[in-house]
């Protein structure tokens, strides 16, 4: 028991330093919140949630799970489990809902994903709550970190400020996918993110944008037969204001501005694809865990990156791949390991993924390095990457590289362009695997902590054209900087590779484990 409280106040005090304020508004109120930000997401405490929405909650230590109630729903939720239990009260109907990201454990309270959550709780209800724009004027800020007896109205003033309207956005196209609906709003000058907020109420939701325009008669749409009932534009003084009314179809909702245009992109999941992908999961999660496939990035006449002594990123991945194979095979010989390359050639991104397909892959780790533009600089470190618009310039820009290798292939022009729309809509389709990517990116970033002499950069998502082929749960793993002359150095040598290769096996036999037990489970 002592060790578990140590291992308790450890945990807590190592996310001491991440743990900010956040502020949310509440029905017009502004409210301060504890927020811990993971892959551009904020986590909010599932407990001062609770007490703002005044829900009864119940905590149950041992299985790590808690329930909210209100007047309407019970929710029930667990820790690095995507999955949200809503049931109505009038009949106690239950429905599972799947959040994009998993809700996560910080010392002893569950955080959820607030972007993501925020509507279930609030869905049907009377309620107004939304991210605010840091910096944003209000009347008065609650803080729900302090106690009640610590809190003061603090009166401030509206600025006056003039409307400006030369950004507009004039049209919006809807498109109904297999896995999603996509709604893209096309501006003619790029918003800041910082201008952008936006929530759901009541089935409806309510995108302002401030210093913006928009053109009423032209983004107004009707739908039939769709997720979408409605969509509608309103100005006003000082912004706008867009509202995308749905059916009860729908589960989940995702906004993302275009790192790569002008676009804000509304996706849209429903309950009939949710249901559809989800059988499909359970079918195939139902498969023995038999096949991991290594990836080693890169090959042939596509060298990767080019270190510190002229270090090749080729190498190293290769040396880093069949060491971890060989280690898999002495010690789980049966589970067959597959290589999309087991010696110095060139192989196109397409074909990785059809290699872990057609050899009914049930885990693809793609090794690679990364590096910095200029070498002997700063950046070090190991990262884990999942298949997820880049939120960050630096995970677009690793992106972007990784995917340049296309140049090489004889029809680079079999990958569709790379933006954040045909990201969000690959990853949609991805869903179904992404609780088992994320168990074994966490798993892989801790033994990596645990094991190695780097920098820890954490779980990253970005584009990766190598992980929208393969129809599994995937990772790629950048194991160090060649540009930086330690990671380099540690990376070149037998010690560093041995290490790196053991300490993903590590990871892959707790996945494993996790896996049966899944399955047992289902």
């Known amino acids: 028991m002592k060790l578990f409280l140590i291992f308790i106040l450890f945990i807590s005090l190592s996310f001491a330093q991440t743990i900010s304020k956040k502020e949310i508004e509440l029905n017009g109120k502004r409210v301060v919140v504890s927020s811990y930000v993971k892959g551009g997401i904020n986590y909010i405490p599932l407990n001062q949630i609770s007490s703002l929405l005044k829900y009864n909650s119940f905590k149950n230590e041992a299985t790590r799970k808690v329930e909210l109630k209100s007047e309407f729903k019970n929710f029930k939720f667990s820790a690095n489990n995507p999955y949200i239990i809503v049931t109505d009260r009038s009949n106690n109907a239950p429905e599972v809902i799947q959040l994009p990201v998993s809700i996560i454990q910080i010392g002893s309270e569950l955080y959820i994903p607030f972007e993501y959550a925020a509507g279930i709780l609030i869905s049907k209800q009377n309620i107004e709550l939304s991210i605010v724009e840091a910096g944003s004027p209000s009347p008065f800020v609650v803080d729900a970190t302090t106690p009640k007896s610590d809190v003061t109205e603090k009166p401030t003033t509206e600025p006056k400020s003039t409307f400006v309207n030369d950004v507009v956005i004039s049209s919006v196209a809807v498109d109904e996918k297999a896995n999603g609906t996509l709604v893209k709003f ?156 087991s010696d110095d050639r060139f192989v196109e991104l397409y074909k990785r993924g059809k290699i872990a397909n057609e050899n009914n892959g049930k885990l693809f780790i793609s090794i690679h390095c990364n590096s910095a533009p200029k070498k002997n600089s700063t950046p070090n470190g190991f990262e884990v990457y999942l298949l997820r618009p880049g939120r960050t310039s630096e995970a677009i820009g690793i992106a972007e590289f990784e995917n340049s290798v296309i140049k090489l292939e004889d029809n680079p022009d079999r990958y569709q362009k790379l933006t954040d729309e045909n990201f969000i809509l690959v990853s949609m389709a991805h869903s179904s695997y992404m609780k088992y990517s994320e168990k074994f990116a966490d798993l892989t970033i801790k033994q990596f902590e645990k094991n190695l002499n780097l920098a820890s950069r954490g779980v990253k998502q970005a584009g990766f054209y190598v992980l929208v082929g393969a129809s599994m749960p995937s990772v790629l793993v950048e194991t160090g900087y060649l540009s930086n002359p330690k990671d380099a150095a540690y990376l070149r040598s037998e010690k560093g590779q041995n290490e790196i290769a053991q300490s993903i096996f590590n990871a892959l036999k707790t996945f494993k484990s996790y896996y049966d037990q899944v399955i047992d489970v289902e």
């Open 186 to 341: 096309k501006a003619n000058k790029n918003i800041p993110s910082a201008s952008v907020r936006h929530s759901i109420k009541n089935d409806v939701i309510t995108i302002i944008i401030k210093n913006t325009s928009v053109d009423e008669a032209e983004i107004s749409v009707e739908r039939k037969n769709s997720v979408i009932k409605q969509i509608k534009g309103q100005n006003d003084e000082r912004e706008s204001k867009i509202e995308i009314v749905l059916t009860k179809d729908y589960t989940a909702y995702e906004l993302i501005q275009d790192s790569k245009s002008q676009d804000i992109l509304v996706t849209i999941r429903s309950k009939s694809f949710v249901a559809q992908s989800e059988k499909k999961s359970v079918k195939k999660d139902k498969w023995n865990f038999d096949v991991v496939v290594l990836d080693p990035g890169h090959g042939g006449k596509d060298f990767g990156a080019i270190g510190v002594n002229n270090i090749i990123e080729k190498e190293i991945n290769l040396a880093i791949s069949l060491k971890l194979g060989n280690i898999i095979k002495k010690n789980m010989p049966d589970l067959k390991v597959v290589y999309t390359r």
